[in-house]
């Protein structure tokens, strides 16, 4: 058996759904709180700080002696110069001081950023919020760096930063705008960080529970696989085999229940074998002693049946009526002969290399003038060229009467077809009459021994319901099979198919079993 197709991989399999299902929710709403609060802590302190900056670079410009364009400048250069002086640590932004209304692309005289940021870097959207209003306003975004010294060809450098920013006015100079963009690393750093612990702390808990749940379900799973083993080994014939008893929980009391039904099976067997070996015996040697009177009889039988026109019509009749009934009866002695032969399974077909089609033409020869008698007539139908094959004659000879047998009894005086198909590895006969047929669920029991589908008739016709029964037993020593189906009023068919090798397994069908 496949480890896909045990209880223990589906237990493991919904273990490993579930929890990935379960652990995986958790860490990802896990992940988004942290991340959320990390966020949320780094916008509180940069606006906090952010705000604290913008009053301080108000109160310089307030509190510095500018009296020409000249001075205005040197304040600002001096600003931004302390702001690029303060970097070195996580919590010191870079800072870009333009005027309110300037255009995005490209700095102004009274412009000042540090570190060669590109003006690019502040939103639009974040510069008209701050325009609007006195709050401090805050976005995410990128800060674009610029750099021309080493190569030709301008080369920017993009990092993630929240951009805070505010408003303020100098003096006979007009609004400016003050942003404040803080790169985003650690946090973003952190927050991933983060994300790998929770992963691998998902994977191993994830781990963690399918061991506990391999751990816990063995203890459920092994007495379980044994005793589906010992009932293997029940239903091959050993019945020695019986599950250990340990402890007094559940699987303790199913290992004592299924011990007393194994020994129980064993005791019914064992009586219906002893029950059946004595039918068996009984019914051979009944059958046995009885042949010889019965062989005397016969001979008495005939004696007087060939002399019958000697006597009065009475007697006449009374001895062909007696002849009759002791062929009946020796019919039955040989059926009941071949039923013991069967059951004590010392059959033995003795094959021979024949033509089906000429056997089969034997069989309708033979009982050509019994089906006349019915008033119905064969139909037979077959390949032009011989069909070789090695059987038993004797035993084919006899599933074909059979079979025909049958169709001729229950055909209602109709035509019976007969036809022989060949494939590349079976030979098929079919036997179809247009009498009263089968009803659903006789396509089987037909096969039954003593089964008859109407016992009146049968005791009129005088069939002993075995025939069909031996007709299968012969099929199934060819390695071949009987398939029956019908329809009530319809009629019936039977398929023979055997292979061509014996020593083959029958894969092919040449009939439809369809009406």
Do not use: C
Not at 54 to 59: A, D, G, I, P, Y
Not at 106 to 115: C, G, K, M, P, S
Not at 353 to 365: F, G, R
């Amino acid at each position: 058996m496949r480890f896909t197709n045990t209880l223990a991989f589906r237990v493991l399999g919904t273990t490993l759904l579930l929890s990935t299902v379960l652990v995986s929710t958790l860490a990802t709403v896990l992940n988004q709180r942290l991340g959320d609060g990390i966020r949320e802590s780094k916008i509180e302190s940069a606006l906090n700080e952010s705000q604290s900056k913008l009053f301080q670079t108000e109160n310089r410009f307030i509190l510095a002696d500018i009296t020409s364009v000249a001075d205005f400048r040197d304040a600002m250069d001096q600003t931004i110069t302390e702001f690029a002086d303060t970097r070195g640590n996580e919590r010191n932004p870079e800072v870009a001081i333009l005027q309110a209304n300037s255009s995005a692309a490209v700095f102004y005289l009274y412009e000042r950023a540090t570190n060669q940021i590109a003006k690019e870097s502040i939103p639009a959207d974040l510069r008209a919020k701050v325009r609007a209003t006195k709050e401090m306003q805050y976005t995410y975004g990128q800060i674009v760096y610029t750099s021309t010294y080493l190569t030709p060809i301008a080369i920017e450098r993009k990092v993630s930063a929240l951009i805070v920013g505010g408003n303020f006015t100098i003096e006979n100079f007009g609004k400016f705008e003050l942003y404040f963009l803080y790169s985003t690393a650690p946090e973003d750093s952190t927050i991933s960080l983060i994300s790998r612990t929770l992963l691998i702390g998902a994977i191993a808990l994830v781990l963690v529970l399918l061991f506990i749940v391999w751990a816990a379900s063995r203890q459920v799973i092994t007495p379980i696989r044994g005793a589906a083993e010992i009932a293997e080994k029940l239903s091959a014939g050993d019945f020695a085999e019986r599950m250990q008893v340990e402890g007094a929980d559940e699987i303790a009391r199913l290992a004592l229940s299924f011990n007393e039904m194994a020994s129980a099976l064993q005791s019914q067997i064992n009586r219906l074998e002893n029950l059946s070996r004595v039918q068996q015996r009984f019914v051979s040697d009944v059958s046995h002693e009885l042949r010889t009177p019965l062989t005397t009889l016969k001979m008495a039988s005939d004696l007087i049946y060939r002399q019958r026109h000697d006597f009065d019509p009475t007697i006449s009749r009374s001895a062909e009526l007696l002849s009759a009934q002791l062929e009946r009866f020796e019919n039955l002695l040989t059926e009941l002969l071949e039923v013991s032969r069967f059951d004590a399974g010392v059959v033995n077909l003795e094959p021979e290399v024949v033509d089906v089609v000429s056997l089969v033409e034997k069989s309708l020869d033979a009982l050509t003038p019994i089906a006349q008698e019915h008033g119905s007539t064969f139909h037979y139908k077959h390949p032009s060229d011989p069909v070789l094959t090695v059987v038993d004659p004797r035993r084919m000879d006899r599933i074909l009467r059979n079979l025909l047998s049958n169709a001729i009894a229950y055909g209602e005086g109709n035509r019976i077809e007969v036809e022989v198909r060949t494939g590349e590895k079976s030979i098929a006969i079919a036997v179809r009459d247009f009498g009263i047929g089968l009803r659903q669920g006789e396509e089987t029991r037909v096969f039954d021994r003593f089964w008859r589908a109407d016992p009146s008739r049968e005791r009129t016709r005088g069939g002993t319901g075995l025939g069909l029964s031996i007709a299968q037993e012969d099929a199934l020593l060819h390695g071949g099979v009987i398939e029956a189906t019908g329809r009530y009023g319809k009629g019936s068919l039977f398929v023979l198919t055997i292979p061509r090798d014996r020593s083959e397994e029958l894969t092919e069908r040449l009939f439809t079993l369809t009406l």
